[in-house]
């Protein structure tokens, strides 16, 4: 493989980047909605200096998405590839390797947007990131094919598994693999640790924003098969004789359904996934890593600001018409007693306010999403690992210097991953957009994210305080430019998330 170099800004310390190398066979023609097959060794020189074509998705929505970046537009089925940013190509030198999976609703994305360069530079680690099938090609579930769904799950641990047997030849010990991921990363790590398929393939884990134990985080066989169905018949399917749906799918445009698939979802297999998550972990049926779990303070920003509207929060009727949405429509369909769960939520987030101004209402709604889908699992699955692994916890509460939303709303969803990749230090902003503060607690983050990685704890000299583990006292590292240790935090909310909603 020929590679090419980086850079971290001021620095003179080379990194060495390999991009675009295939860990799977296409997966094309008879491979499509198939499981990811080996892929044979090339001959010859392989050219690593450019990134691999990334995953077909809706462009105009991962570019609204990852609108600080230019996002690339080079798609094709062909795309599981992964990429290599490594300090040293030393076989001995045994360096811990970090491997990101990027999130984006299991819809968009690609690892080439993320730089590993400023955390090999700094903290001598192995950065590996990758693209893994999306949408319909992804997790496509159909009974009468034979598609069994979970595909792009399945092509992470393809890639987990090319590190075990290459990462040595690029200066990595695969015997200290750490699988990072925000978002949909996130639950893509949630449910490596629920998956016996994934076992001995790394062995730490940190997620950023993400679980496997929000509200219809796995569907059923019988749910991924009526909502695949309905969507392939919306494009023109009709009757579901095998031979009809496959001939249907082999001739298909993938590219005409990217704008029409909103939800991507596991599927309880029973191989990838044997169960229901909660059961899983409830019955300790997991890989027993270290894991470090956390979210950010605002997480329900920027999902609740398009489901209110214009229309505004002028009335509590309206208030309650969205969280009827929430419980009816998005996350608890079919709930036999929803009209319970509808009026617990009210007085929790609602009426508890008193006579509250449309900001504050607003306030709440956003914490009532963020709590729903990021906080309370976040919470549940560190208790719950933490009976069998030491087990860190997070809240990420930093204002970006740029930012504008309401003084309430101090960190969205995704607003972390900058610091976690030291983009203070790379070239890819303006310069003067980061403040002192911002790189000092980039620098905190690096730090304690590479220091897990090595080791299973992120103590390291940037912090101030013990992070302790959850299961002390449920302590938390309240993560700013003054980060400090915390406990307990909102239990009474979190106990009615996860004991009393159902």
Request: aromatic share 12%; proline share 6%.
């Amino acid at each position: 493989i020929v590679g090419t170099t980086s850079h971290a800004k001021d620095s003179h310390t080379p990194i060495f980047n390999f991009r675009g190398i295939p860990y799977a066979a296409p997966p094309v023609g008879p491979l499509r909605f198939q499981p990811p097959e080996p892929i044979a060794l090339w001959e010859g020189v392989h050219d690593g200096k450019h990134f691999g074509p990334i995953c077909i998705q809706d462009l105009r929505y991962a570019k609204s998405v990852h609108f600080m970046f230019s996002f690339p537009e080079n798609m094709s089925e062909d795309c599981l590839s992964l990429n290599i940013w490594s300090p040293s190509l030393n076989k001995e030198a045994c360096l811990p390797v970090m491997v990101y999976i990027h999130g984006g609703s299991f819809l968009i994305g690609t690892g080439e947007v993320y730089d590993g360069t400023a955390l090999c530079t700094l903290h001598g680690v192995i950065v590996v990131t990758i693209n893994y099938r999306l949408g319909l090609l992804g997790f496509l579930f159909n009974e009468a094919a034979g598609i069994r769904g979970n595909m792009g799950l399945l092509d992470q641990i393809a890639a987990l598994k090319w590190v075990q047997k290459y990462i040595r030849h690029f200066g990595g010990d695969a015997n200290n693999v750490t699988v990072f991921g925000e978002s949909a990363g996130a639950i893509s790590i949630a449910s490596l640790v629920l998956s016996p398929l994934a076992t001995g393939l790394f062995h730490r884990a940190i997620c950023q924003s993400g679980t496997m134990l929000y509200p219809s985080a796995a569907w059923t066989p019988t749910q991924a098969n009526k909502y695949w169905l309905k969507r392939l018949q919306a494009k023109g399917l009709s009757g579901d004789h095998p031979s009809v749906v496959k001939s249907f799918l082999s001739n298909l445009d993938p590219y005409s359904f990217v704008e029409s698939i909103k939800t991507s979802c596991h599927v309880i297999d029973g191989s990838f996934l044997p169960a229901e998550p909660k059961a899983l972990m409830t019955s300790k049926r997991i890989n027993p890593v270290p894991l470090l779990i956390g979210f950010n303070q605002c997480e329900g920003y920027d999902f609740m600001i398009p489901i209110v509207g214009s229309e505004g929060l002028k009335s509590l009727a309206r208030a309650r018409e969205i969280i009827e949405f929430l419980v009816t429509k998005a996350f608890f369909r079919g709930l036999a007693n929803s009209a319970d769960v509808i009026q617990l939520l009210m007085k929790e987030y609602v009426l508890s306010l008193g006579d509250a101004t449309e900001d504050v209402v607003m306030e709440a709604l956003v914490h009532l999403y963020g709590d729903l889908l990021f906080v309370a699992p976040s919470l549940l699955q560190a208790e719950l690992q933490s009976d069998v692994s030491p087990t860190y916890v997070y809240e990420f509460a930093h204002r970006l210097s740029v930012s504008t939303t309401p003084s309430w709303c101090l960190s969205k969803h995704g607003e972390e991953i900058p610091f976690v990749f030291g983009e203070p230090f790379l070239d890819r902003f303006p310069d003067g957009i980061w403040s002192e503060d911002e790189k000092r607690l980039s620098r905190l983050i690096m730090a304690s994210w590479a220091a897990f990685a090595k080791h299973g704890d992120p103590n390291n000299n940037f912090l101030p305080a013990q992070w302790s583990k959850f299961e002390q006292e449920k302590s938390y590292c309240h993560l700013t430019a003054s980060p400090s240790v915390l406990t307990d935090r909102q239990s009474r909310r979190m106990d009615f998330w996860n004991n009393v909603i159902p």
